[in-house]
């Protein structure tokens, strides 16, 4: 703590961000009018908030207009990452089968033309029963569905690229009022940025984890340090006893400038409403520099400094 | 340097068939070699040299400073770099290519762009019958690419095709799109009889609307939306202009066929 910055009252600790790299992909969900593109959006990153137990991560990147969607019609681009290429084969389909195919007027398209392929309506055009249509519009191959409002019309694949997942910011507030009104500025403000999603609920988690657990079969579990219920039981808390309520904000990119520049601005939008506001200090979770190769410098991003 | 100009000297007395003759094989050869290499005139080969006079150019592209109407295969299994043929072509233009661009500025004969895999068949003129199509004897027509033609086409045209795009800004002549197995043709102008008679799948866009084209007794009128396809499609069409560059503002009706070869096919009528 010694190391700690002060602005506008916030306490911004030497720490760091410690996140691992990803595979990710993009698809653009258009629909008749945005409620339906929403609507499949939304369930399709629905139970998407970590590998741990979600098998990817995914949200709502932005908003799209018509003129920026293959269709001319309003649309969401939609991030996912996972583990592995493999497995993030598997949650797109399965997601985009059950949640986009099924949602009425919808179509879905690649949001990112160059990298390893993999299936996007390419299996799920079984669905036809042999009515499906293949389409190749310029040198990409389409599939059209007939389904009971027409046809779902899915490009046959999307690309994979390296992602990064993992960044996080730990806002420390006085009290959960505070904590909540800092966590949905910061993450407000990363919204605005392109190549990013913030996967949990609104969000923002309030269940930070550390690595590991007392009981084997669990790999991660409660971050005690940083659990106000645990103040005075834990001997190595990093609260105060002012500080009575944490949340975490997990940030995915598709690159580490990406990530590090959502760090930023969240960390920008909870300095801006300062400790007046009820926001005591930011940290960042990390692992000792065993978890991920990125390395997000709290401080050093606030400075306009990269990442190591 | 490999590109080259050719004028022709005369006229053949007997068609000349110029395959072999593409910027791929002429790539590295020395103007000894070029004027050395062998085409077929009626039953003899003859040098190039004695048909045509030969300059090199800057560019790496063929030019043909000539009326080829006479000659056939121009552009036969092209594979590669830019011809470019100032006047007309005979039969057989564009044949099994694979890549590049041929660009014609006259008319074509029969079977332009038969077989065509790949690149891009551009003629300003007219194409005679069977443009698209496949080789007498052949199962697929042409399976990727595109060809466009500025004027109008014969009979036949798209017949089997398979895959690539095929576009007419005037008119097609009877049997449009017969046995088509997959693909698209855009037509500008009026089809004749038989319009996709049948074809197993693909889809045929008429931007003259319901006027230029009766469909079949073996289409059905589709009710369903299929908008999305449509600007996909109508989007990727408007870059060749003409006829086309308005089709993702117009609404369409479409008609399913033909229901005697499954039914997987499309006839759409753009209307303003």
Redesign the interface.
Same mark, same amino acid.
């Given at each position: 703590m010694s190391d700690a910055l002060l602005r506008n009252g916030v306490t911004i600790d030497d720490s760091f961000a410690e996140a691992f790299p990803m595979k990710a992909t993009r698809i653009v969900i258009?629909a008749h009018n945005l409620t339906w593109a929403r609507h499949a959006a939304v369930a399709a990153t629905g139970f998407a908030t970590s590998v741990i137990g979600c098998g990817c991560e995914a949200g709502i990147e932005r908003e799209l207009g018509p003129g920026e969607t293959?269709? +001319?019609?309003p649309g969401l681009a939609v991030l996912f990452f996972s583990m592995s290429g493999k497995e993030l084969a598997k949650q797109v389909e399965r997601r985009v089968g059950q949640c986009v195919l099924t949602c009425p007027t919808t179509?879905v398209f690649a949001g990112i033309q160059v990298g390893e392929a993999i299936a996007l309506g390419k299996n799920l055009r079984f669905f036809g029963d042999g009515?499906q /249509?293949?389409?190749? /519009?310029?040198g990409v191959r389409?599939w059209?569905i007939?389904v009971m409002? +027409?046809?779902f019309?899915a490009q046959e694949t999307t690309a994979v690229v390296k992602g990064v997942g993992g960044g996080n910011l730990l806002l420390l507030c006085r009290d959960t009022d505070t904590a909540l009104a800092v966590a949905e500025a910061a993450v407000l403000a990363m919204k605005a940025l392109p190549n990013v999603v913030m996967p949990f609920p609104g969000g923002v988690v309030r269940s930070g984890s550390k690595v590991g657990s007392k009981y084997a079969a669990l790999s991660a579990s409660t971050n005690d340090a940083f659990c106000p219920s645990l103040y005075g039981l834990v001997d190595h808390s990093e609260l105060t006893p002012h500080t009575r309520c944490v949340m975490e904000i997990v940030i995915d990119g598709l690159t580490e400038a990406d990530v590090g520049a959502a760090m930023r601005a969240g960390m920008q939008a909870g300095i801006a409403i300062g400790v007046a506001g009820g926001l005591l200090r930011i940290s960042a979770g990390n692992y000792g520099g065993k978890l991920g190769p990125f390395h997000f410098h709290l401080q050093k991003l606030l400075a306009g400094g990269g990442v190591e | 340097m490999s590109g080259w100009r050719f004028t022709l000297k005369q006229a053949p007395a007997l068609r000349v068939d110029l395959r072999g003759i593409t910027p791929t094989a002429l790539e590295g050869l020395s103007a000894a070699d070029v004027e050395r290499l062998p085409v077929g005139c009626g039953n003899a080969m003859l040098a190039l040299a004695e048909l045509f006079g030969i300059e090199t150019l800057t560019s790496d592209a063929l030019v043909f400073d000539a009326d080829l109407a006479r000659f056939d295969r121009v552009g036969w299994h092209m594979s590669g770099g830019l011809m470019r043929v100032e006047g007309s072509v005979g039969h057989h233009a564009g044949g099994c290519m694979s890549a590049g661009e041929l660009v014609v500025k006259g008319d074509a004969g029969a079977l332009a762009a038969c077989e065509m895999a790949g690149g891009t068949l551009t003629v300003e003129g007219h194409v005679g019958d069977f443009a698209a199509s496949t080789l007498p004897g052949s199962m697929d027509g042409m399976r990727g690419g595109s060809l466009v033609v500025k004027g109008h086409a014969g009979a036949r045209f798209g017949d089997r095709m398979r895959?690539g795009s095929a576009l007419v800004f005037g008119d097609a002549g009877d049997f449009l799109a017969s046995r088509m197995v997959?693909?698209?043709i855009a037509v500008g102008g009026r089809a004749g009889a038989h319009a996709g008679y049948g074809m197993r799948?693909g889809?045929v866009v008429f931007a003259a609307g319901p006027a230029a084209v009766q469909p079949g007794p073996t289409f059905v009128p589709a009710i369903? #939306?299929?908008?999305?396809?449509w600007? @996909? @499609?109508a989007? #990727?069409l408007a870059r060749h202009g003409g006829p086309f560059a308005r089709l993702?503002t117009m609404r369409i009706e479409r008609h399913l066929g033909d229901v005697a070869a499954g039914g997987?096919g499309e006839l759409i009528l753009a209307a303003p």
């Open positions: 258009t293959p269709d +001319g019609r179509a009515w /249509i293949s389409k190749v /519009i310029d389409y059209r007939p409002d +027409g046809e019309v | 895959r997959a693909g698209t799948r889809s369903a #939306d299929a908008g999305v396809i600007q @996909l @499609l989007r #990727d993702a997987k």
